[in-house]
């Protein structure tokens, strides 16, 4: 297929959905897609697998972001408002530490 009626195609496309009032995809990377299928570097299927996976990316940072939002809204604050200091530390969070004089190591002797 020519490139202009790639062009045509793609400049119809979108006319036709704003006239009808459908969201068009404006993002760069799209556009940018839109335009190697437009040379004839890519073909449709590669140009839909990448606008599927922008998509799904959208998808899980969406999610994310607003699970997070309702976790910290569904959590209770006991300092009424104020920080929750968190003590770190203790047997179990002691994380690496040097060796002390005296302690069994492993290394040449």
Not at 11 to 21: I, V, Y
Request: glycine share 12%.
């Amino acid at each position: 297929m020519e490139i202009e009626a790639r062009r045509a195609i793609v400049s119809r496309a979108f006319r036709r959905a704003e006239k009808a009032g459908i969201p068009v995809e404006r993002s760069l990377d799209f556009q940018a897609w839109l335009e190697e299928w437009v040379q004839g570097e890519i073909n449709m299927v590669t140009l839909r697998s990448r606008y599927i996976s922008l998509l799904r990316a959208r998808d899980e940072e969406w999610n994310a972001q607003h699970q997070l939002k309702s976790l910290r809204e569904s959590q209770p604050n006991p300092t009424g408002g104020k920080a929750t200091p968190i003590a770190l530390g203790g047997a179990l969070d002691d994380g690496p530490r040097a060796r002390q004089p005296g302690e069994g190591g492993g290394g040449r002797k």
